[in-house]
Structure formats: C-alpha cells, structure tokens
C-alpha cells in the first residue's frame, strides 16, 4: 500500500512527457517523426493490393502495428499540447502546436480511411479467415467495426478530401471557441468593493457560491458577457453544425443522432428507454427544486440558484483534505484503485491550483506513449470541487486498467468514460453522506448528489433537446444568436418542467461541451455514464467486496463491445428495457427522499 506525501503539490508536471512545455525541442523532434511515419505508412497502403487469401493478410500486420503506434503517438501529444493551452490560454504557441497536431490527425484519418477500404474491399471469406488469425483476433471487434464504418462512409478519396478540408474549417472553428473563451473577461466585486475581471474558469467557481449575491451578480455579469460574444459563438455553432450535415448528406445519412450513437457503441432503443425512465422520474426531482427553494427562503429557484450550495455546514475543503478523503473512500471499494490515485498525487499527475489564465472546467486526458495520464481542474475547497477531483481521477483509472492492451482496443466511447468518472464520485458521496457528523451535514451532502442527478436529468437534457431541435432548424439555414437563445431557453424549460423563475438563455454561447469536434451531441453520454454507473453501484452494493474485480474486468472490455454487450455479459441486464435504468433511479430517488424527509 502506498501513502500520501503531505503537502501535495497541486499543479501537474509536464516535463517529464516533454521538457520545455510549447518550446520543447524533444517535442517538435517527436512531431517531425510521427509526421515521418504517417506518410511511410500513407506510402505503404497505397503499394498494396486488397488480399485475395488468409495467408496474403499477414503482409497487413506491419500496417496494423504502425496505425496503433500512430495513433498512441498522436494520442500522446494532443493530450500534452491540450494541457499547455488549458494551464495558460495565453500560450500562443500551444495554440499553433494544437493546429499542428490537427493537421496531423487528418493525415493520419487519410491513412485510416485508405486501411479502412481495404477491409470494405475484403471479400467475406477472407475477412472471417483474417480476423480469425491468433495476431488478429484480439483486436477483431475494433477492426470488424472500422469495416462496417467504411460501408457506411463516401469513398476514400472524398473522405480523405473531407478529412483534409476539416482541418482548417470543421475543426477550425472549434478551436476557434478557446480564441472567444480567452477573451471573455467577467467583472466581480471584491471585499471592498474593488472591480476585478475574472477569467470564465474562476467566475464558473462563483456562481454557486453561498451568497445568493454573489450568485446574482456573476450570472447577470456571466450573462451579459456571454451576450457580447454571442454572434462569434452563433457564427461558430452554425459552421461546425453546417459543416456535420452536408458531410452527414453526401453520406446519405439522415438522422443527427447516427454518428454520436454509432461512436457511443449504442442502439437508439437504449437511448431512448433511457430518457423514458428519465422523463417518468421527474416529479420526485421538481419536489426537489421546490423544497431547495423554500429552504433558501425563494418562492421559486432562478437559473443561478439551482447550484447553490444549501448552508454552509461543510465547509472549505483543503486540497490535501480532499486527496485523503478521497483515497480513503476509493480503499473501502478496491484498494487498486486507492494505490493508482496515490500514484496520480504523488506524481503531480493533477493539475488544480485556483489562478487566473487557467481554461474553464475539468477533463482527464491519457498520454499512452508514456502509460500516463493528466487531470485538470481549478480547485476552491468546495464540495462540488472534490467531486470533479474524484470524477477526473475514476476517467484516469479506466485509461490505468487498459494501457496494457493493443492500442485499438484502448478506444473507449464517451458514455462509458463517463462511468468509470461517475462511479468514482459515487463512492465518494456516499462515504460522506454515511460519515456525516450533523444533521445539517447530511442534508448539504444529500442535496450535492441530488444536485447531480438535477445535472444529469434536466441540465444535460436540455442540452440534448437543444442540440436535437438545433439541427433539425439548422438544415434550413443560419440561426442568429437570438434564435439560439429561445432554442436555448425553451430546452431548458421543458427539461426542467418549468420548475425555475428564470433561465439561461446565453448558456449554449458559454458552454464548450456544443464546440467539441470529435464527439458530435457531447451530452446524452454524460447522462448515460451517470445511470449506467448508478446500475453498476447498485450490483456493487449486493454483491460487495467481490465485486471491484468485476468492475476491472467491465471497464478493461468498454473498446470492444456495445454497451448492450457489455452490460449482458457484466451485469447480466439488457439496457434497451426499463428495468435496469428504473433500478439506477431508484437509487438517485432514494437520495431525494431522504433530504425531503430530513428537511420536512
């Protein structure tokens, strides 16, 4: 068992991956190498013939093993140049590297789609014979996948022409929301009244202050703000949305929803049973926002109220409070996952110091190169803080669990890395609800995991109707930023059944998560991470210690199977049927009722 060193250093080292940060000459060496290989490789497909028998697939080996030391490559540096812009948004020349690195990506996508047709172009009693091979057969789920994907796809020409044009404009403008987030300064008044700008990640920390003045002032501030910038944002969303349905047109696809569920490993009959047993469970979650409301003397609760913390009998968390808590709590389930954590701080894996320049928000990235992994936050010493901290780090033990397998299969989607993040923060809440020391304690610590289910339920279902009817309005043409505010406000409402005085109608403007080129509808998964996690936590709970094995075993296998997959193999359930989500909410309604009967 390994121990915390006290005091924990609470910002990351990069030098170890590559010395010198944006000016790293080991960095642009590593660069020029890759940028080597990937035309070799590019070279390589192209003097190669489609194979006509087993035995001719064996000359494909060398290609497969470059693609996946490609792909760990790349992987390695895009997570170390999205650290340098994250740590300090005025490091121009991290912003250059991460167009470099885009280009890069495309290049290799190119490589990938030119590999991908020549599976499509596998006649099917070769391909049964190639995947079967003993070198093959680990990675046949993945490989069987890109084939299905490339049938799915124009030729490889006009998808390597998208991929090359992506470059500058799709993925362009994504990047062009860090160039309006860095400019976006929000004035706050401090103790004595002096005015002082603050960077959006250090006025997100204010709007769930306890002061509902403060609260207030941010989000009027937050608002109006995010007002000024809102045409940049309305010409970035429209182009990143124009661009995905014309590539979605002459694909011949017609539903918004086919990629992101595609890349989510999941059927739409899951997604759909899942916001089912959502929308039925509502009524429990209003009574919720009701009582939150009398309780901080409001008739009803206006948008910056809904993450107010209620009282104050936390308290301030310290940074190495928070990493004992959380390593402690992570030791009661599986001591595999306390030691990595331990690991993780003691490295200076994490990245948490409150200070200006900093981006908004969390994210956890993987550098698989280095069998490494970087956690980034800006942590206040709240409770909603300690969650991010255990989120992020239950994102780094899933990546810790797979760096062993071939890179291909370490490719998890979105909606099962966000298991592994929300089991993490389950295991913590529910420690802290159980060791509550007061009343008033357990009733703060019960409403901060009903606050999530709130996120989960209604935030990120507003999201996803938002973005639902955005796109539908999109094929028509351009909205202007007074469009997607209404959009915006109307998703909201229905989300939240009309529960709050007022809304956020700028909130499609300020959030990345709408920017994000790689995942398409960057919300539903979030919202499956957090029922399937809580289905998951509810087997733990029956079946108790024996169970952090299986839960290994289930997250080592979330690159090669659906969702549906690896639910009836792990957990023996079927996700597109009720059952499973209505027993993960009847876990999250337990915790509701237990604060309105505390607060009666």
Known sequence: MTHLSLPINPTWELDSIFPGGSASKELHTF??????????????????NTPQ?????????????????????ISEVSSFTSCLTAQNQKDKKAVQLTGKVT???ARLENVMTLFQNVLRNTENEVWEAWIA??????????????????????????????????????????????????????????????????SVGQAANKLDDPDRTVREETFVNWEKA??????????????????????????????????????????????????????????????????????LGLERLNWCD????????????????????IVEQFRNFSPKLADFSVEAFNNRWIEAEDRPGKRPGGFCTSLPASKQTRVFMTFGGTVSNLSTLAHELGHAYHQHLMEDLPQFNQGYAMNVAETASTFAEMILADALVKNAATKEEKIGLLADKAQRSIAFF??????????????????????????????????????????????????????????????????????????????????????????????????RDTGVMTVEELATKHLGVDLTKPDFWREAMSLAIADVEAFLELTN
């Open 458 to 555: 209604m935030n990120i279902h507003a999201r996803f109707l938002f973005e639902t009817s955005f796109y539908e309005k999109r094929k028509q043409g351009t909205l202007d930023a007074i469009e997607l505010s209404a959009l915006m406000e109307q998703a909201q409402k229905e989300a939240f059944h009309g529960a709050l005085g007022s809304y956020h109608p700028n909130f499609w403007a300020s959030k990345l998560h709408f920017y994000i080129t790689d995942v398409p509808f960057y919300n539903f998964p979030y919202t499956f991470g957090y029922m399937f996690s809580t289905g998951i936590y509810a087997q733990a709970q029956r079946e108790g210690a024996t169970f952090a094995e299986k839960y290994d075993a289930l997250l």
């Open 53 to 73: 028998s087993a035995e001719e697939t064996t000359s494909y080996d060398v290609i497969i093993e470059g693609l996946q030391s490609a792909l760990s490559r």
């Open 226 to 295: 995010w007002g000024e910038a809102a045409d940049y944002c309305a010409d970035t969303l429209n182009r990143l949305a124009g661009f995905r349905l014309k590539l979605y047109e002459r694909r011949g696809w017609d539903d918004v929803l086919k990629e992101p569920l595609a890349i989510n490993r999941m059927s739409r009959e899951t997604l759909d049973s899942m916001w089912k047993v959502i929308e039925e469970s509502k009524p429990v979650f209003v009574a919720y926002l009701e009582r939150k409301a009398k309780l």
């Open 133 to 198: 091979r003993d070198e093959i057969s680990p990675i046949s789920f993945v490989l069987s996948e890109k084939r299905s994907e490339a049938q799915e796809k124009l030729s490889p020409e006009l998808e390597s022409l998208a991929s090359d044009l992506a470059v500058d404009g799709y993925h362009g403008w994504g990047q062009h929301y860090d160039t309006i987030v860095a400019k976006v300064g929000i004035p706050h008044s401090d103790e004595n009244g002096e005015i002082m700008m603050l």
């Open 103 to 105: 280009a890069l990506y």
């Open 306 to 325: 809904v993450d107010a913390p209620l009282g104050d009998s936390v308290g301030k968390i310290t940074y190495d409070q928070a990493a004992q808590d």
């Open 31 to 48: 660069l020029e190498k890759l940028e080597e290989d990937i035309a070799v490789l590019h070279n390589h497909i192209n003097d190669k």
